[in-house]
Structure formats: C-alpha cells, structure tokens
C-alpha cells in the first residue's frame, strides 16, 4: 500500500530535523466502545441531543481531513481521544491506517500551525464494527499539553474503499473552546471552519487518579461539568415531573445525569410525555439503569389543527410533511413522503380520541372518519365529525436503545412513533423490560435488531404495522407476551433467537405468528386464525405486498423446541376493539 499523506496541516513538518520528527512521532491503537465513556475527560465537547454527522473519509470518490480547534485551561498530558459515531460505512474498513496531529492554531487561516506531536495507528479491523451510536477510541503516546489554544486532525495515509467513518457533529458554536474544521474537496492543503465534533480528550491514567482539587473540564455522564462520582455510590431515585416540583422537568434532563444504579421515575399523571428516551449511559452488573413509566404515555404524537371550510374540517399536512426528517419505509419525493404500498400508504399514524384509525386496503381511505385529498396531503373530516381530538406521530423514535447494557425499562408505554415504539440496536446485554406496552406506532411496537440480547416480562402490542419483530443476529426471552391487533404482523422472528413462554397472537391484519430462519424454544404459544380472508387494511412496513392471511408461517430454515397451537377465532375481528 502507498501512504501519501496530506500536506495539510503538515507542512511544518519538512522543516523538522529527522531527530526532531522523529520525537514528535509516536503510536496509536483504536477500539470500539459500547456506550457513553465512564471515565472523566480534561477537554471536550458532548451534547446528546447532536444527531448530525460529519464524514471523515479517502476513498475512491475523494477525501475529507477532520480537526477540531480545543483550549486547555489547566496543564496536563492527554493519552486519548474519543469521538461518537454517528454511521460507519458498508465495506467497514479493515485495519485503515490513519494519522493523528497534534498542533497550535495556524496564524495564517484555519487549520494547524506549529506541529506538537505525530500519532499514527490503524482503524479497527471487522471485529469491532464502527456503528451509530458508539464511540471511537484512540489510544496514543502520552501528548503534554500546557495551557494554551490547540486542535487535532484526523487523516487517513492511503486510498481505500471503506475508509470512512461519520462522526457526531454539534452546531458551530456548540463548544466554547473552538469550532471543528475540515479540509475542502477540492483542495486537501485548504480547510474551512464549520460544526463542531462529539469530542473527548482524556489525561494519562496516573494523572486522572491523583488527587487534584480542581474539577477537570468535562464529567462525561454529566456534560455540564460537574466532577465525577463513585460509579459505586448508592443509586438515586431521579423524579421526571413535567409539571414542575421535581428536579427533572423533562425525561432527556434525568437522562443526562443517570449513571449505573440510579431509577428514573416519572411522577404519577404527569404524562403524556412528547419526547424520546434516549439513554446513552450504560449500567453495570448488579447496579442497572432503571425507567421507570409508572404507567405514563411516552408519545410521538402531537395534536392536529384543523380549518373549517364551508361544512367541512380541513387539516393541510404540507408543511407539516415537508418538515419531517424520517419516516421508516418512506422516502420523501417533492415535499411528501411515499413508498411503493398499494393504494398509497398514509405516512404516519393517525388517531382519534385515542383510537387508532387504519387505511382500507379497497381505497385508502380513513372512512368513515375522515378521507385523504392531493396525495394524502389534506386530511378532511366527514360531516359531523368534530375537529378536536385528533393527534399525527411526529418522531422518529420514543424509546431508542442503542449501543448500552444493563438497563431495564419497567411500567413504560411507548405510542405515536413515525418507526418503532421501542427500537433496540447496536450490542447491548441484559436489557430487561417489565410489564411494557407499544401501541399506535408506523413500524413494530417493539423490535429487537443487531446484537441485542434482551428479555420481555409482560408486554402488550397492538395497533401498529406490527406487534413484536426481531431480526438479524439478536436474542429474547419473552413471557406473557399478547401481540393484537395490528394491521400487518403480530409476532415474528426473522434470523434471530428466541426462548418462548406463554404468548397469544391475534386478530392482526395478515400474519399471527412466524418463524423465518430462527432458532426458537416454546412453551404454549397461541396463534389465533383471523375470520378473515383477505387483506383490510393498508400496512407500509414488512407485510406492505403481502396478499395471503397466514395464521402461524415456519421455514425449513428455523429449528424449533416445542409447539405452537392453531386457535379458531371467536374474537370481535374490528382493528379497535380490545
């Protein structure tokens, strides 16, 4: 392999001795991390609510060199950085090796000056993959840095395919100590300055457990500053009240604080929360991170406005349609939202005083409540049809699990997302979730993906696209599981692993119950055949071309432990009855 490194940010370099570079020069080794760092860092910039991603690439269709401009208030000798993922790439990049610069501020424009130090390593190979969500960690020879302003740069030394890894990115202004920098397409010795990176710059180990009086500048499981606890110390109870009274007004806030041990508590009848939950922070063995609802609605759902015209209630969803930035198995075509169901699949979840309403598979429409006009962009009630009430999914996600362990989430109620009511990703452990319930989501009121290893005590699913779909290489254990009334799937498992303890499955759309290439261990499991024999509804998800109405479907591929059993139906067969 070739290495050509950039001249960016390295011209200094060829006015250094031999001698004197090769002091400057050191080693780096990288490794993945599941979750948010424990550890407490000297210098950096981390602020959970960051979704954008910039990429740091030199593949075959260009390169982007990353820095980021810091201030260090207090001397000391940093021995890492760590920096979030936002996406990795689809040829992961084996063993990519790549530059890390340490230097002062050019006093001639953006970019570095006066190089401090050279580290150079290679990314992780395909055994620790670069996933959304985590962070990468660089180890490196010990760097002093005394007060003073500073940035890194990030370089990889060669071409190639999969050499490229996003990262968590925050607004210009996101950290005081300076902005991030990249250099530009069309000239690798040129830079211009723009958001700023999820960053993290920690001292040498000796220095991070002596005994010093002032607080380093960044506690990672609290971003605002404040110096790092025991992770042993007793756990806390940290009581949500969006009502005021308590310390946390909002769900994210007690996120941002939580460490191993501690219970987030909502208040009794403080609900519905509109937010995510989204809690980054891992626990431990014997010490998890505990939610619990307290039987309170977490909710995407927001309310619909309405304006008479002549006798009827009109509601234009263009813009509000034009502002969405996801919807799961949608793609947004000249401001609106499609994918390839037939009639066209409503982009969202509807609801009505609470009731979910279903698209009819012969016409698409929501009668007898209300009907679609201008491709699904005007909402238009029926005579007689009141206009309060009604509420649209409006986030992406209410209960995202992604990349931490040790976790349960108890007494929780997740509605109104535009994906899946609780959404598990990435590599997780002992994810317990007690007496849970998802309805009135686009996708699945919970799937399980990735290298998930959860388990479900009580859980019930209903009205959305799909009850209960996991796929891909995670497992469960299920107890006390019902999947109901939903417009597609009920319950399925989909190359993944499942331990099976009384579940029941009925009266949804098109499938009660299925095993594709899984590996699965029951005990009574119960699929209900529908009175049905065709297609009602409309679903946008798995089921969207799906034409047969299958009461329970195995693949020669799925080994199977035990047996389910085929029930008549004897159940009101309307999609709102429970």
């Not at 040129?190 to 500048?217: D, E, H, I, M, V």
């Not at 005021?244 to 769900?251: N, Q, V």
């Not at 049809?385 to 992604?402: H, K, N, P, T, Y």
Request: hydrophobic fraction near 40%.
């Amino acid at each position: 392999m070739k290495f050509a490194p950039s001249l960016a940010g390295l011209l200094s370099l060829i006015f250094l001795t031999g001698t004197a570079l090769a002091q400057l020069s050191g080693e780096a080794k990288t490794s993945v991390l599941s979750g948010v760092p424990s550890e407490t860092a000297e210098v950096g910039s981390y602020r959970s609510e960051d979704k954008d991603g910039m990429r740091w690439y030199w593949t075959p269709e260009g390169r982007r060199d990353m820095g980021q401009f810091f201030h260090v208030e207090k001397a000391f000798t940093a021995e890492r950085l760590v920096l979030q993922i936002n996406s990795g790439t689809a040829k992961p990049p084996t063993l990519a090796p790549f530059r890390l610069t340490f230097a002062r501020p050019s006093s001639k424009g953006i970019g570095p000056g006066e190089i401090i130090a050279v580290r150079e390593g290679k990314l992780p190979g395909r055994g620790e993959v670069l996933r959304k969500g985590a962070w990468l960690s660089i180890a490196f020879d010990p760097v002093p840095l005394e007060p003073g302003d500073y940035c890194f740069l990030l370089q990889f030394l060669a071409e190639g395919v999969g050499n490229a890894v996003t990262f968590n990115v925050g607004p210009a202004n996101a950290y005081a100590g300076g902005q991030g920098f990249q250099s530009l397409a069309k000239d690798a010795a040129k830079y211009a300055a723009g958001t700023t990176l999820n960053f993290l710059l920690f001292p040498a180990q000796s220095q991070s457990n002596t005994g010093a009086t002032s607080a380093p500048a960044v506690q990672i499981s609290n971003p605002s500053g404040v110096a790092a606890e025991s992770s042993r110390a007793p756990g806390r109870v940290l009581e949500v009240d969006q009502r005021g009274g308590t310390p946390y007004a909002t769900i994210a806030a007690a996120a941002s604080e939580v460490r191993p041990g501690d219970t987030i508590r909502l208040a009794k009848g403080s609900g519905p929360y509109r937010e995510s939950v989204r809690i980054s922070r891992s626990g431990e063995v014997g010490r998890p991170v505990i939610f619990d609802g307290n039987g309170e609605v977490v909710t995407g759902f927001e309310p619909l406005q309405f304006k008479k015209e002549g006798d009827r209630w009109i509601c234009d969803l263009t813009a509000f349609f034009a502002g969405l930035k996801y919807v799961q198995g949608f793609e947004k075509k000249e401001s609106m939202w499609v994918n390839n169901a037939q009639p066209l699949a409503f982009p969202g979840v509807l609801t009505f005083r609470g009731k979910r309403l279903f698209q009819d598979a012969a016409n698409g429409q929501f009668l007898p409540l209300a009907t679609l006009a201008e491709g699904g962009r005007k909402l238009i009630l029926e005579p007689g049809v009141e206009a309060d009430g009604w509420e649209i999914s409006s986030r992406d996600l209410v209960f995202c699990i992604l990349n931490v362990s040790h976790h349960i989430y108890r007494n929780t109620r997740a509605s109104g997302s535009l994906n899946d009511g609780y959404n598990l990703h990435g590599t997780g452990t002992d994810l317990v979730f007690e007496n849970i319930e998802g309805f009135h989501n686009l996708d699945e009121g919970f799937s399980a993906h990735d290298k998930i290893e959860c388990a479900i005590r009580k859980g019930r699913f209903w009205e959305n696209d799909n009850g209960l779909c996991n796929v891909a290489s995670c497992s469960m254990e299920a107890t006390d599981i019902e999947t109901f009334a939903n417009s597609g799937w009920g319950f399925a498992l989909l190359n993944c692993r499942g331990e099976l303890n009384n579940v029941r499955s009925w009266d949804n759309g098109l499938l009660q119950v299925a095993f594709i290439s899984a590996a699965v261990t029951c005990r009574n499991i119960v699929a209900v055949k529908p009175s049905w024999d065709k297609r009602k509804w409309i679903t946008s998800q798995e089921s969207k071309r799906d034409v047969a109405i299958v009461t329970y479907q195995k693949t020669t591929a799925t080994t199977l432990s035990g047996e389910v059993t085929i029930e008549e139906s004897t159940l009101p067969t309307s999609m709102l009855s429970k």
